[in-house]
């Protein structure tokens, strides 16, 4: 997902993401919250807490099918989406650490001090900073040695190893794992410049080597999404199947994300805005955070009722993203060129008149 995200840094192009996954995640989790201690009150509220921490994050691999296009790509609405996959599974952490807190199985410190430096702020800030100076560091030595006539070959193995010496970085700091990889992905290569009209306008070497470590993490990502489906449907018949959590995964994607999103992003067009509020996917990082958690040391009952609600919602979300995304993609890009011919007219009429 970092490597998507080559446009330059602008508070007007980062500015939705940046909302997204912090103030629209906070009234999803509040909201969400409220739901899940309404209708299962036996989580009681920090179990109820821990549930929203869980489902907080949407998927940046589930959601290919809305994400840029090309490092070139400039909408906002796809741009938001692809950058709140990359962050969210990161800010999401300190609210399940909270949660875990709440409930007796973490450490919180004396008036929440611990838990606000160490896992809140710290994580947070720290693995955006160094993550990115990591990921500058070695993209100045890729283009020195591109410079220098080096082949680069073996992509496959430069973009696991960045992973993974990022991933290990993130342990040695007790960063975020989750930001220090992906700010580690915006700093590889150099912003592509917004008056870039094709994918090969000011393009270069790293370029190409960009595309090539794109289109493997794309296949790779594929072969996530696959795995993780048939793992979810084999994960299905274990489920306590009730009516509770499936209203409240109901709620949570067709009511909370929506409101959410129409509450705390205003200044996007009404169409933009649809599609935002509309594909909020659950998936990977939640089946993360359920694993962590479970193996946090919860009582089993509580573990059980986590495991009741989460799947059931990650599985809605496949259903429903799944089947409306294409037609709606289609749709919304149909309606994009439809406005940028409007806008274009209007302009031409504008000059004409004057």
Known sequence: VGLQLRMPWSLKGWR???????ATMMVTI???????????????????????????PTDPVLASEVQTRSRIDRDAGRVALTAEGGLNDGTALPVVLL????????????????WLWHDLAWPIAGGGLLGWAFG??????IQHLIRT??????????????????YGLSLLTATSSFLFVFAAALGLFPRTPPEATSLAAGGGAHDGLSDRLLAFGHRCGR??????????????PWVQWRGEPLVYAALLL????????FLTVPGLPRTQR?????????????????????????????????VNATLPAIALSVLLHGVSATPLMSLYRKRRVLQEREKRRRRRRRRDSA
Do not use: C, Q
């Open 223 to 236: 072969l996530v999404e696959v795995v993780m489906v048939l793992l979810l449907g084999f994960a299905m």
């Open 149 to 166: 006539g080096h082949a680069l070959g073996w992509d496959e193995l430069l973009y696991l190893g960045v992973i993974t010496v990022a």
């Open 274 to 306: 649809r599609m935002v509020a509309w594909f909020g996917i659950r998936g990977v990082g939640s089946l993360f955070y359920l694993a962590f958690v479970i193996d946090s040391g919860l009582p089993p009952a509580l573990s059980t009722e986590l």
């Open 99 to 114: 949660a875990l807190g709440l409930l007796g199985v973490g450490e919180l410190g004396a008036h929440g001090a611990r």
């Open 30 to 56: 509040a909201l969400a919250t409220l739901a899940g201690w309404w209708l299962m009150p036996g989580l009681g509220f920090a179990g109820a807490l821990l549930l929203a921490g869980i489902l907080a």
């Open 16 to 22: 939705v993401a940046a909302m997204l996954a912090s």
């Open 254 to 261: 067709v009511v909370i994300r929506p409101l959410s999103v």
């Open 136 to 141: 500058r560091g070695l993209g100045r030595l």
